[in-house]
């Protein structure tokens, strides 16, 4: 609860509820729940507050990383305005988004050096046990290797210090390399974020319906009650990929975001252009947002 003391009595001003949510193999990850300012209270930024002190009870419990429970479109925002502003303020993070904006306006591959940050030092890495535990969660899609997408380097330790999400932290990679400046001026570099964008979209949202049948099996556990039965994933996608390429666009279903139907060639283009246009929007409104913080921030040092 946010209290705030009054010569009457502690006034309520805001409050959050949260638990703790298990993460495989052994480890705990806060959720957050719910997340309330009251309405004589609000646009003064106590929500972000609030926020920030949720973080902070995760690294003080040593969670794996913090979550939120079907975060509305405003609290997402808030979020993701306080991540990008602790992102840019840290050295590693900071370092590792410039040198990717440039290799994109130059149409290279970035060089991370090996994960160092700005200063020479070497990153810091997880305990040798827990590097194992996370091992078989980097295969999972949305952290698979791209010129420019968010390196495993920084989704690890941005999890590991920040408490981010993993999926979160590959959301604010775009956010923090549309800071950068530059980038945003060169057709080169903004062609280049346009696409890493499109690339999680339609990973998130779409997905091939006889690609997903094919990953599937069901097994009989029973043979005298054909209602027993287990569904399990295929561990080799060839056969899953082969079909996937027989069955052409038509066979795209849209999820995530949208109704789970499907959608033709025409349609997914649509509807594609139009979610990539409105991130690039909030993307935009996300950097107003924190340079007028950060001119704000310097007027008050004046």
């Known amino acids: 609860m946010l209290i705030q003391p009054t010569p009457k009595g502690n006034q309520l001003l805001g409050l959050t509820t949260m638990y703790n949510f298990w993460a ?5 990850r806060l959720r957050l729940s719910q997340i309330l300012v009251l309405p004589p209270y609000q646009d003064a930024g106590l929500g972000k507050r609030m926020l920030q002190v949720t973080y902070d009870i995760a690294r003080a419990r040593s969670c794996i990383d913090l ?15 306080l991540e990008v502003e602790q992102l840019l303020s840290t050295p590693w993070a900071a370092h590792m988004a410039a040198e990717c904006a440039q290799a994109m306006v130059e149409g290279r591959p970035p060089s991370y050096n090996g994960g160092n940050n700005s200063n020479g030092s070497a990153a810091s890495t997880a305990p040798q046990q827990q590097q194992q535990q996370q091992q078989p969660r980097q295969q999972q899609p949305y952290e698979a290797p791209q010129m420019y997408g968010a390196p495993l380097a920084f989704v690890a330790r941005a999890q590991q210090d920040l408490k981010l999400y993993r999926r979160e932290a590959r959301l604010v990679w775009e956010s923090l390399l549309f800071m950068q400046p530059g980038l945003w001026q060169s057709s080169r570099g903004r062609n280049s974020l346009e696409a890493l964008v499109a690339a999680r979209l339609e990973e998130t949202n779409f997905s091939h319906c006889a690609q997903a049948a094919e990953r599937k ?14 569904v399990m994933r295929v561990k080799d996608a060839t056969q899953a990929v082969e079909s996937s390429n027989k069955g ?16 033709s060639a025409e349609e997914k283009a649509a509807k594609m252009g139009e979610m990539v246009e409105e991130r690039m929007e909030q993307m935009a409104a996300l950097k107003r947002l924190v340079e007028r913080g950060v001119r704000a921030a310097k007027g008050a040092h004046l």
């Open 248 to 263: 052409g666009e038509a066979g795209q279903s849209a999820h995530g975001r949208l109704n789970v139907v499907t959608v």
């Open 217 to 230: 099996r069901l097994v009989q556990t029973n043979k005298e009650d054909e209602r027993c039965f287990i």
């Open 24 to 28: 495989y193999p052994d480890n705990i």
């Open 67 to 81: 979550t939120i429970e079907d975060p509305t479109p405003n609290l997402q925002r808030v979020r993701e305005k």
